[in-house]
Nanobody
Framework: QVQLVESGGGLVQAGESLRLSCAAS????????MGWYRQAPGKRRELVAT???????TYADSVKGRFTISRDNAKNTVYLQMDSLKPEDTAVYYC?????????WGQGTQVFVSS
């Protein structure tokens, strides 16, 4: 059974940085696209960034230039470096990892950015 374990959330002030990590395990198959999504109170879950197994990345317009997604394929781990954080980045951040047949989610990690 696939498990995704996230870490690195917390409370920071605007302008500061955080780094999220997500370690995936339990799959017989390689993980393809891995990514981060977020959900703010009262809002729908939205895509933040994704990265393919080959390193191709996509970003939401709202985080371009501030967030960087990366992965370590040997460790099945994906990272999200978040710089210049803003109060509107406050949300629960969820990791997602896809195999050829499943889309798997972590439990979420809270990020709170104070102004």
């Amino acid at each position: 059974q696939v498990q995704l374990v996230e870490s690195g959330g917390g409370l920071v002030q605007a302008g500061e940085s955080l780094r999220l990590s997500c370690a995936a395990s339990g799959s017989t198959f390689s993980f393809g696209v891995m990514g981060w999504y977020r959900q703010a109170p009262g809002k729908r879950r939205e895509l933040v960034a994704t990265i393919s197994i080959g390193g191709t990345t996509t970003y939401a317009d709202s985080v371009k230039g501030r967030f960087t997604i990366s992965r370590d394929n040997a460790k099945n781990t994906v990272y999200l470096q978040m710089d210049s954080l803003k109060p509107e980045d406050t949300a629960v951040y969820y990791c997602n990892a896809q195999t050829f047949s499943t889309s798997n989610w972590g439990q979420g990690t809270q990020v709170f950015v104070s102004s």
